[in-house]
C-alpha cells in the first residue's frame, strides 16, 4: 500500500465524490483515498465503485450498513489504514470546503517540521471563512474559544476536521474508546493527541463552504461538543486509564 491514505466519510454526496476524487488524483503528490460510505441512498457508494475501476488500488471503498456517524465512520477508516500500514493518514471532507490542494501543506508540516498531527486550521491566522452565514461563523469560531478555555488545548481550531496523523497517533489511541460520534469527535482526537504529548501544528487554510448537496449539521451535534467538552475535561482529572491511555 502506499505511504499516505485520505479517508472521506460520505452520506448522499453523489454531487461530488467523483470531482473529489478526481481533483485528489490530479494532485502532484501521491495519496490513496478511502471512501467510508454509510449506504448512501442516492448512489454515492455506486458511483465509487464505478470510477475504482479507473483507479484500481488506490481507491478503495467500505460500505456500512447505515448512517451512524462522522466519528465511527472516521474510526472505521483510521483501523483499515492501519491494518494496511499507512504511514500517514488523512480527514477530509467530500464537499470541497476543504481545498484538496491543502493535502499537500499538512502532508509537509508532518514531513519537514516534524509534527505528529497537522491542523487544517480556519481560525489561527484571522477567521478564514467563505460562505457561511455570520451566526453559524460565530458559532465555530466561539467553540473553539471555548475548546480553549476548558481543556487547555493550544489550538484555535479544536473542531477542524482536515487533518494529517502520523500512524503513530492512531496506533497510540485506544479508538474502541473515543467517546463521541458527532462533531465532539474531532476535539476529542485532538484532546488525546495532546494528552499522549504528540506534537500538533496548525496550518492556516481558507474553508469554503459547499455549493452542492446538503450540510449533515444539526443542533444535536452541537450540543454532543458543549457538553462532551466539560466531560471529557473532567474525565481526564479522575481516570487514570483516560490519561495514561487515552
Not at 49 to 61: G, T
Request: proline share 3%; with cysteine.
Amino acid at each position: 500500500m502506499g505511504k499516505r491514505l485520505v479517508i472521506i466519510p460520505t452520506y448522499n454526496e453523489i454531487e461530488n465524490i467523483e470531482a473529489i476524487v478526481r481533483a485528489i488524483y490530479r494532485l502532484p503528490l501521491s495519496f490513496d483515498l478511502l471512501i467510508v460510505d454509510d449506504n448512501s441512498p442516492d448512489g454515492t457508494a455506486d458511483r465509487v465503485k464505478a470510477l475504482q475501476k479507473e483507479f484500481p488500488q488506490r481507491l478503495f471503498l467500505e460500505k456500512r450498513e447505515e448512517k451512524a456517524g462522522l466519528g465511527t465512520a472516521y474510526i472505521h477508516g483510521f483501523k483499515w489504514a492501519l491494518r494496511e500500514s499507512y504511514a500517514y493518514i488523512f480527514e477530509m471532507d467530500a464537499d470541497f470546503s476543504h481545498n484538496p490542494a491543502d493535502l499537500i501543506r499538512l502532508y509537509q508540516a508532518c514531513e519537514q517540521d516534524h509534527v505528529d498531527m497537522a491542523v487544517g486550521s480556519r481560525y489561527c491566522s484571522g477567521i478564514n471563512v467563505i460562505n457561511w452565514p455570520m451566526s453559524r461563523v460565530l458559532l465555530s469560531w466561539s467553540a473553539s474559544k471555548y475548546v480553549r478555555l476548558v481543556t487547555g488545548l493550544k489550538i484555535h481550531d479544536a473542531t477542524a476536521g482536515f487533518v494529517c496523523y502520523k500512524r503513530e497517533i492512531l496506533e497510540r489511541i485506544n479508538l474502541d474508546k473515543i467517546k463521541f460520534v458527532g462533531y465532539a469527535f474531532q476535539i476529542e482526537m485532538k484532546f488525546k493527541t495532546n494528552l499522549l504529548g504528540f506534537k500538533i501544528k496548525e496550518v492556516p487554510i481558507i474553508f469554503t463552504n459547499r455549493i452542492k448537496g446538503e450540510s449533515k449539521m444539526n443542533s444535536g451535534i452541537f450540543s454532543e461538543a458543549f457538553f462532551g467538552v466539560l466531560s471529557m475535561k473532567v474525565r481526564s482529572w479522575f481516570s487514570k486509564e483516560y490519561k495514561n491511555h487515552a
